[in-house]
């Protein structure tokens, strides 16, 4: 069965610096997606960033990037120029095809003003 | 945006009583998950649906919980007897099985507490 490792419960960064979460996966398919999301404590669960395996090239949206490494099944999460907006519970999930997300335990993130 | 609706929003029952959790997924949207989500145990599967037939529900303690899709406008999640234990917010999700690349969209989740 395909596991979901976040290995930081929690981290902290500064205002307006940048912070890395961490995750890794497991698997011995060779297709499938990775995504993370952001729950606020408004507990609504909110995409931030996907990831297609057989792409090589790592994902980007705005201020959010990934380090995808498909060997080491590493897909980290990069926050540039943190806001207090982004402080969050923030999980990475995986997915084969059209089946379900299996999410790791989480990591959240405190912004310090 | 789309969105999908859940409700209620927040439920206090009494051990024993039934709770029914009801969920409108997004339009055009043919595959729909429950989720639960508890401190211990992280965001786990209770099972999901494409085009209202039921895929997996291995997640679910059968004894207790029940989903259905009367209809592609509407998932419910039933317990009876409800129990303690199943305080948790629980979350409806869906997607489409034909767009892969596509992020399964959540709702706002259901918070259940259960004294």
């Known amino acids: 069965a395909q596991t979901v490792t976040q290995s930081q419960p929690e981290m902290s960064v500064q205002e307006a610096e940048t912070v890395t979460l961490s995750c890794t996966y497991d698997?011995?398919?060779?297709?499938?997606?990775l995504f993370w999301y952001k729950q606020p404590p408004s507990r609504q669960m909110i995409l931030v960033i996907r990831?297609?395996?057989?792409?090589?090239q790592n994902a980007t949206e705005n201020r959010f990037s990934v380090n995808f490494q498909k060997a080491a099944k590493s897909f980290s999460l990069k926050i540039s120029d943190s806001q207090l907006g982004d402080a969050a519970m923030y999980f990475c999930?995986?997915?084969?095809?059209?089946?379900?997300?299996?999410f790791g335990q989480g990591t959240r993130l405190t912004i310090n003003p | 945006d789309a969105r999908v609706t859940q409700t209620p929003r927040d439920k206090v029952t009494e051990m024993g009583q039934e709770v029914t959790m009801r969920c409108q997924p997004i339009?055009?949207?043919?595959?729909v998950f429950w989720y639960r989500q508890t401190m211990m145990q992280g965001l786990e599967l209770l099972a999901y649906f494409r085009n209202r037939a039921p895929l997996d529900d291995s997640g679910m303690p059968k004894d207790r919980f029940s989903a259905e899709m009367p209809d592609a406008t509407l998932a419910t999640l039933k317990i009876q007897p409800s129990e303690p234990r199943d305080s948790a917010v629980y979350f409806c999700?869906?997607?489409?099985?034909?767009?892969?690349?596509?992020?399964?969209?959540f709702g706002s989740g259901t918070r259940l507490t259960v004294v």
């Open positions: 999930a995986y997915r084969r095809g059209a089946q379900k997300l299996v």
């Open positions: 698997t011995s398919e060779s297709d499938y997606y």
């Open positions: 339009l055009g949207h043919n595959t």
């Open positions: 999700a869906s997607g489409n099985g034909d767009s892969l690349m596509d992020g399964y969209t």
């Open positions: 990831q297609e395996a057989y792409k090589q």
